[in-house]
């Protein structure tokens, strides 16, 4: 029987500009040059940002968690050689006594680190629905399926979530009032306008992991009774944009967007709008102002968005970060 082993290497932004797309080429070449392996089969996967740009791009072997560093694409023979043997000693972790380490965890960056979010970003690829349904993807939505709106927002209320935007306003309590009011259509919003100079979280999570967004978008959707959601992403990311396009895509394809959410009565559909461009355009009522395509200055703050958001209906905007942590919480209680 022929096993898989996989070699991650982060194509993150900050990667992608120290030259991983090169140094995955180059490692895809080295495969190929070497011939097929009746027992091993190498794949080459491209995750999203591991956290650690600055030591980019990272290289990691699984199942064996050989971790490298500022990898060039010159060590390609190198690491493909290390696969059935010791591993590059040069390319690993080295800590203050100069002392050289093979896992990932060995390095206090990641060696402290509990991840929700970002559970799957950096081992999974992120344009493939069934490497994140692998991981466990879309069990939330499916067990959400099987409840209530009230038990689902109930479930988010338990769990404490608050906004990840800034304002840390519980999200349970705000999906309640949306669901409260008997005004049609609602929308559910996703903020990835992520204005912060030198903030990167939002960026990664839709870079790395687009459909625990799509997931939390849907979840939330069906506990506030939207069938329509906008992610409003800001303009410089392209590659999170065309990572949340393609997998909107597949989740259309696979029956998880549409009329009939994994075979249900429910529905949802869901698109993208690109940021208006400046910083106040993140503010929760500038953003719905731009996506009506009028000037992005925020609203009054007497009219709550839950009640008159978006065309003036009842609104759910929730941050990047506040939505990919729902799957977890739906999945796990
Ligand atoms: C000037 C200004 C800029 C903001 N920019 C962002 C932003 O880029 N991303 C974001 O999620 N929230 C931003 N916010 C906060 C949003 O208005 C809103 O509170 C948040 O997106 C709600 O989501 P949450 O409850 O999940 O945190 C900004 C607020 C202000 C006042
Ligand atoms: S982009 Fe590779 S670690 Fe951040």
Not at 24 to 46: D, H, S
Not at 67 to 86: C, F, N, R, T
Not at 97 to 105: D, P, S, T, Y
Not at 157 to 167: D, F, Q, T, V, Y
Request: charged share 25%; net charge negative; aromatic share 6%.
């Amino acid at each position: 029987m022929t096993r898989t082993e996989r070699i991650l290497i982060c194509c993150g932004t900050g990667c992608i500009a120290n030259g991983a797309y090169e140094v995955a080429r180059a490692l895809e070449e080295q495969i190929a040059a070497q011939g097929a392996n009746a027992q091993v089969e190498l794949k080459v996967c491209r995750t999203g940002c591991s956290g650690e740009c600055e030591q980019g791009p990272l290289v990691r072997l699984m199942p064996r968690d050989t971790m490298y560093y500022k990898v060039k694409p010159a060590d390609a023979p190198a690491i493909i050689a290390s696969l059935e043997g010791d591993p590059v000693t040069r390319l690993l972790y080295r800590d203050k006594q100069g002392v050289r380490h093979e896992h990932q965890a060995d390095n206090p960056f990641y060696g402290f680190q509990h991840k929700v979010v970002l559970k799957d970003v950096g081992i999974i690829d992120p344009l493939s629905l069934e490497e994140y349904k692998a991981a466990g993807g879309y069990e939330g939505l499916a067990r959400a399926l099987t409840m209530t709106p009230d038990e689902i927002i109930d479930e988010v209320e338990r769990s404490g979530l608050r906004g990840k935007g800034g304002a840390g306003f519980p999200a349970g309590r705000k999906w309640r009032s949306a669901a409260s009011y008997d005004v049609w259509p609602k929308y559910i919003v996703c903020n990835g306008d992520e204005g912060d100079p030198g903030a990167f979280m939002d960026g990664s999570t839709m870079e790395g992991s687009p459909h625990a967004v799509i997931e939390g978008m849907i979840i939330g959707a069906l506990a506030i009774g939207a069938e329509t959601g906008v992610l409003y992403i800001r303009d410089e990311y392209a590659l999170a944009r065309e990572h949340i396009q393609r997998a909107i895509d597949d989740a259309y394809d696979a029956g998880i967007l549409g009329e009939h959410i994994m075979g249900s009565d429910h529905k949802l559909n869901l698109s993208i709008v690109r940021g208006g461009g400046a910083f106040v355009c993140g503010e929760s009522t500038a953003l719905m102002n731009s996506i009506e395509g009028k000037v992005g200055e925020p609203r009054p703050k007497y009219i709550r968005s839950v009640q008159s958001g978006l065309f003036e209906k009842p609104t759910v905007l929730n941050n990047v970060e506040t939505l990919a942590s729902v799957p977890t919480i739906l999945a796990h209680g």
